[in-house]
């Protein structure tokens, strides 16, 4: 299982949120790979004969093994707390170590983590607040109007919508078969800050498939907001790659 992660500076701009679970393992916090380095703009890779996670950014390569402590940082053996892990299907590493390592800075604060050095906020599901109670209440329109329906993308998605202004935009994306609508992969959403204008323009990465997959696919790009005490209802577009 070979992983690749490019990281790319500015992926993510200040102000943005991702829910996850707290995964811990003798007090070290475990992340899967897909979700948050790909919203940061990392393109994820999976093969499962060596059963080794590779992750590579500019001037840094790390190798890791599944259920194993022993990294390759850069051709030096280093040794992990704890080992990446397979957590319900998903594979999972341990944050810190691959977050400064990349040249992340981590902060843990209880029930959130902040990333300062890309802008990021990881909460806790079930533990923290969020931040929609520094939020209007009002409601309004919710659209995309780009990518239409029916569209081919390409690995950057350029979205565009309407949504109250000062709420918050959660985009989703989802992977499925066309001859089937088998559900491949869904990559969850990071909050965004809508601007005052109510008009949003947000870029995401079409997510990255294992090279074994061949049967033609389809995406669902979804998006709602949030405000305080109101979730929205949903849209979407099914757009081709």
């Known amino acids: ?27 070290r916090l475990l992340v899967p790979l897909r979700g948050i380095f790909e919203a940061l703009g990392a393109q994820v890779g999976w093969e499962d004969s ?37 957590v319900a299907g998903r594979t999972h590493v341990p944050f810190r170590f691959v977050a400064e390592q990349l040249g992340g800075k981590v902060d843990y604060q209880g029930d959130r983590i902040e990333m300062p050095t890309v802008g990021l906020t990881l909460l806790f599901r079930g533990e923290a607040t969020g931040p929609t109670e520094e939020y209007p209440t009002a409601t309004g329109q919710l659209s995309i109007t780009q990518p239409t329906a029916g569209s081919t993308i390409g690995p950057r998605i350029e979205v565009y919508g309407t949504a109250p202004g000062g709420s918050l935009l959660v985009l989703e994306t989802e992977v499925r078969a066309q001859d089937d609508n088998e559900l491949i992969k869904v990559v969850p959403g990071i909050r965004h800050d809508v601007p005052a204008s109510g008009n949003w323009h947000f870029a995401i990465a079409a997510p990255v498939l294992p090279a074994n997959i061949s049967e033609p696919l389809y995406y669902i790009i979804k998006a709602h907001y949030e405000t305080a005490g109101h979730v929205s209802e949903a849209v979407s577009v099914k757009v081709f790659r």
């Open 50 to 86: 060596t059963q080794t996670v590779t992750v590579t950014a500019p001037a840094m390569n790390i190798a890791m093994r599944i259920n194993s402590p022993s990294a390759i940082v850069n051709g030096v053996p280093t040794q992990m707390d704890v080992p990446p892990r397979m």
């Open 1 to 27: 299982m070979v992983v690749l992660i490019a990281l790319m500076a500015g992926a993510v701009s200040a102000e943005q949120y991702m829910w996850i679970d707290r995964v811990m393992e003798s007090w």
